[in-house]
């Protein structure tokens, strides 16, 4: 099941919603404002990333400056600790599978979340061209396998 972490002023997590909801993607939507995380939840994101946390965070989020707070300066259960009690530091919106991360919403990406019959239906709608990212996606994907 996809999970997927929004915030409510969030436009990319309405995009990500939407496409979903269109596509009749189930998932579980957590409001990060609204709902405690979990160090779990924190976890789950770390291991499905290529960069760690990098790759969930934006130390350019207001509380890093206002606390003047270097991560560098942390282990990581102090870092996950910080999350969980700061979400806002997390990007938005993260969506996680089983195996997959993808943080942010990435119309060319987003498509990998389709059961490969709609994936199929999705590209039938373009040129099938070299250009193509859902194709040039699918044979990097056919190739790797």
Do not use: W
């Not at 606390?67 to 806002?88: C, G, Q, R, S, Y």
């Amino acid at each position: 099941m996809i999970q997927l972490y929004t915030s409510p002023s969030c436009l990319s997590c309405r995009k990500v919603k939407k496409y979903f909801n269109d596509h009749h993607i189930e998932y579980v939507e957590k409001n990060i404002l609204n709902s405690r995380l979990q160090r779990e939840d924190i976890f789950k994101m770390l291991v499905r990333s290529e960069n760690g946390v990098d790759d969930i965070i934006s130390t350019r989020s207001k509380i890093f400056k206002e606390k003047n707070i270097d991560i560098d300066d942390m282990n990581l259960h102090e870092l996950v600790d910080f999350i969980v009690a700061n979400p806002t530091v997390l990007k938005r919106p993260i969506i996680l599978t089983d195996d997959e991360i993808q943080v942010g919403y990435n119309v060319d990406d987003i498509t990998l979340f389709l059961p490969p019959e709609l994936r199929d239906r999705e590209c039938s709608f373009c040129t099938k061209d070299e250009d193509c990212e859902y194709r040039k996606n699918m044979i990097f994907e056919e190739t790797k396998n």
